[in-house]
Structure formats: C-alpha cells, structure tokens
C-alpha cells in the first residue's frame, strides 16, 4: 500500500506534504466526509441527532471531550471510530518512539539527524489504525504508564538525567500524533490525573520535574459513568476545566434503533423472526424503565444483543435435541430462557432481592404482550380460539417439533394475515410459520383468552372456560 509514496523528506516536499497536528487533520477529514455526504461514524446508532453533532462540533473546534453516559451505550466504540477520520497513512520518522513527523522532529536525537541528512533523510508510513492508544484507568495506574519514567539503565549507560533519551515513555507520549482515550477516568487516582494536566493544556509532558518540554500532538478523550463521576470516583476539578467538550451519552431513544442495533452487533445462530427480536427490545426498554431496577447503573445496550444470542442458542440446542436438519427458527417461547441467564447483567434495588426472576418474567410477558399489540391489533383471531374451544389443547414448547405444532392447527383461517402481519413474507417455511402460531398463542394467553400450562419442555393451550 505504501510503494509509490516518497521515501525520503525531499520526495516529501517534492508531493506537496505539509505538517498537520492531528485535530487539523481530524478536521480537514471530518469537513471532507460532510461535503462528499461518505458515512462520518459508521456503526454508531442511535446518536445521530443528539451525541454525534456534538462529537462533530468538539473536533471541528479541536477540542479533547470527555464522554459521560451510563454502562453499555457505546462510549468506546465511538471513540475507537474517531480513529477513522485520521489520514489512512501519515508519515513518521523511521524508528522514533513518538512517531515524530520528517518535516516536525521533536527529540534531540532527531533533529540531529534532520540536519546531518537533510532531503536525503528516510521516511516511513503509519497506518492510522497504529496512532490510537488506549488505558482503562484502574487503581493501580501509575503516572509513568501514562506519562513516562526516568530508564536507571539508559542513566546507567551515561546519559544525563536531563537528556530526553534517558526517558521511558508511557502511553501518551507513545500516542503522539494520534488519539488517546482514557476509559473511566473517574477511576483514576486523583494524583495521577494530575499528570494530564499539562498534556491537556500546555500540551507537553513533564517527568519527575525534570524540565523536559516535548510539545506532544494528541486528540485527548475520556470516557466516565455520570455515577461514578459524581460518587465513586470524580474528575478532578483542574483537569475537567481543560477538556473542551463533555457529551452526554444515552441508549437508544426509539425502539427502531434498539432493533437496528440489535440486528447490527447480536451474533444469531439461529433464524430470529422480527417480531421476537421486537420482543427482546421492548424488554430490555422495559427493564431499564422499572423503577425494581437500579437507574443509576443503567441496562448495558449488551443486554438486549446477549439476549438476542441467547434466544437463537435456545432455537438450535431445541433443533440439536429433536434431530432436526433445517434452519432454526426461534419461537416466543425461546425468550424465556433470558431471564435467568441474563439476570447478573441487571442491578436491581435493594429491596428486591430474591425477586429478579420474577421481575424480569413479568416484564417480558409485558413486552410480549405489547409486540402483539402492535403487530395483530385489529386482526380477527377468532380461529386461532376456536381451536381449543371444544375442549382441545395446542401443544408447543422445546420439545415440540415445527412440524407437530403445524399439524395440530391445520388449515386455519387468517394465519396467513397473520404471517404477513409478522412481516414473515409470502412463502414462510414451516420453522416460521410455528414461530408465528405460537406468538399468537401466546398473545391470546397474555390478553385472557386461551389459559396456559408450561412444564418439562411442553407448553399446553387451552380453554379459558
């Protein structure tokens, strides 16, 4: 990829290649992007009438920004993009430890050998996906994984105490010319956020108080959970001052955009018809929305993906159990299975111990029972109750094959409506068509109009009379 750019600082000048600090060249990039209408943070959903134009205004100021929201809404895969509006390939100075640009050296050593080589002095090329450092702030962070420390062997060696070369440089020296992101900052020791201070401000480093100016070229952002900023941890006062910009994250605002996510990030196994998928977005809404939840931890945006993945496993180990060789399609049925395996990705408040099952079926058969709503509303059923009007049962579950779930209904009046309704098209296969007989099954239990008997991998629906 690299061949046929220039090899040395007098071929760079010759192309026309200037210095750009990095926020320049995030801004350049960003303006280009908005010109030509190319996708500006592809993969991020769900922001892009509230945090993205914010994110936009921060870099087209050339300001570091802290992005505060709760667990689980995207934070660091919005910083990782950011990397994106940087030039594919920048060049550095072959072997510098702060990829140093030929036209700008920064260290001693390196404008040395500026002077001696001149036009004639080598160039290298770094990709883009190489100038993004990243450092999840814990306890045990010190100011010289961030900042740098004096090397005893490089002093032992003869180097004075004040020479640069004597340094081991940490993170953000070594970022130099790119984007570091700093993951829960709150967590970080007040101490050590005092390090920042000048990368952020003065835009240098300092070590151990020897005077070392390093003028450092680096987007700065921060991610932090508003509860931690405000309780647990906090951003000293100082260092909050020097960021430019503080961005409140969110979940998804609509439910289209929990469903696109969904359908972006969840890695499905099985086949998983829209409207189950419905169902496992609504319930995560629904649990983020129960006042049995802990609001101040939030429900992560991976719940509802694991939920998803959870469902399909459900789908194939039922497939894998009846020996069956088509796709696996999940059922309403399936999503009974989240509430116990996802139970540990949800805070609940303190007075609901012992009660988290228990609550989560209850807002799932809330978001089952609201999907159906919406998808059949209006829709004559009639048919689907007349089944087991005489007495008869319809038998589904784990255990009960596509095919068995088919033969009890037959031919039944509407189900193709219904079908459509679910958006499972003209011709569904059999697995589809069970998945939309036993939703309505379902949503006729939750509305009180067929009676329910779950057990031992059978569910049986009946007669309310």
């Given at each position: 990829?690299?061949e046929?750019?220039p090899?040395t600082?007098g ?8 210095y750009r600090?990095v ?5 350049d ?8 209408g ?12 509230t ?5 936009e ?16 809404q995207?934070k ?5 993009s950011?990397?994106?509006l ?9 072997g ?6 030929p036209?700008h ?17 080598p ?23 961030l ?13 004075t ?8 440089f940490?993170l953000?020296p ?7 992101a700093?993951n829960?900052?709150?967590d ?18 300092q ?6 100016r ?7 952002v ?9 309780n ?9 001052d020097?960021?430019?910009a503080e961005i409140?994250?969110?979940y ?18 099985a ?5 189950v ?23 992560s ?38 509430t116990s395996?996802?139970r540990?990705?949800v ?13 989560l079926?209850?807002l ?5 029972a ?6 059949l509303a ?5 048919s ?5 009007a ?22 039944l009046?509407?189900l ?10 003209d ?13 309505v ?5 939750l ?7 779950s ?11």
């Amino acid at each position: 990829m690299t061949e046929n750019l220039p090899r040395t600082v007098g071929e760079l000048r010759a192309a026309g290649y200037t210095y750009r600090t990095v926020k320049e060249e995030l801004r350049d990039n960003l303006l280009e992007r908005m010109r030509t209408g190319k996708p500006r943070f592809p993969g991020i959903v769900g922001y892009d009438q509230t945090v993205l134009p914010e994110v936009e205004r921060a870099i087209l100021a050339g300001h570091d920004m802290v992005l505060l929201g709760e667990r689980g809404q995207g934070k660091t895969r919005l910083i990782r993009s950011l990397v994106d509006l940087l030039d594919e390939w920048t060049p550095v100075i072959p072997g510098s430890e702060l990829n140093e640009h030929p036209l700008h050296p920064l260290t001693p050593s390196s404008r040395r050998a500026a002077q001696e080589s001149g036009d004639d002095a080598p160039v290298a090329w770094l990709h883009r996906s190489m100038r993004y450092g990243e450092k999840l702030a814990t306890p045990d962070t010190s100011v010289g994984d961030l900042v740098g420390d004096v090397d005893p062997i490089r002093v032992a060696q003869g180097r004075t105490l004040g020479d640069p070369e004597t340094i081991h440089f940490g993170l953000v020296p070594r970022t130099n010319r790119g984007v570091f992101a700093v993951n829960e900052l709150p967590d970080l020791a007040e101490r050590i956020q005092v390090s920042l201070l000048n990368v952020l401000e003065e835009r240098d480093i300092q070590i151990r108080g020897y005077q070392l100016r390093l003028p450092l070229d680096v987007l700065l952002v921060a991610s932090a959970n508003p509860e931690d900023y405000t309780n647990r941890g906090r951003i000293i006062t100082p260092l909050k001052d020097r960021f430019g910009a503080e961005i409140r994250t969110h979940y998804p605002l609509e439910l289209d955009l929990e469903l696109d996510l969904i359908r972006q990030e969840a890695q499905l196994v099985a086949a998983v018809p829209d409207h189950v998928l419905e169902v496992v977005a609504r319930f995560a809404r629904a649990v983020r929305e129960s006042p049995s939840v802990d609001a101040r931890s939030g429900v992560s945006a991976r719940f509802p993906i694991a939920a998803a993945e959870t469902v399909a496993a459900a789908a194939l180990r039922r497939s894998g159990l009846l020996g069956e060789t088509a796709q696996a399609v999940a059922r309403i049925g399936d999503t009974e299975s989240v509430t116990s395996t996802l139970r540990g990705k949800v805070e609940f408040e303190s007075g609901e111990e012992g009660r988290e099952i228990e609550i989560l079926a209850h807002l799932l058969r809330t978001a089952t029972a609201e999907t159906f709503r919406a998808r059949l509303a209006g829709l004559d059923l009639s048919s689907f109750v007349n089944l087991v009007a005489e007495g008869d049962i319809v038998e589904t579950g784990e255990l009960v094959p596509a095919e068995e779930i088919l033969r009890q209904v037959g031919t039944l009046p509407g189900l193709a409506k219904v079908l459509d309704r679910l958006g499972l098209g003209d011709a569904p296969n059999r697995g589809e068509a069970a998945a939309g007989v036993e939703f309505v099954l379902e949503g006729l239990h939750l509305t009180r109009r067929l009676s329910k008997v779950s057990g031992e991998g059978r569910t049986m629906y009946g007669s309310r009379g």
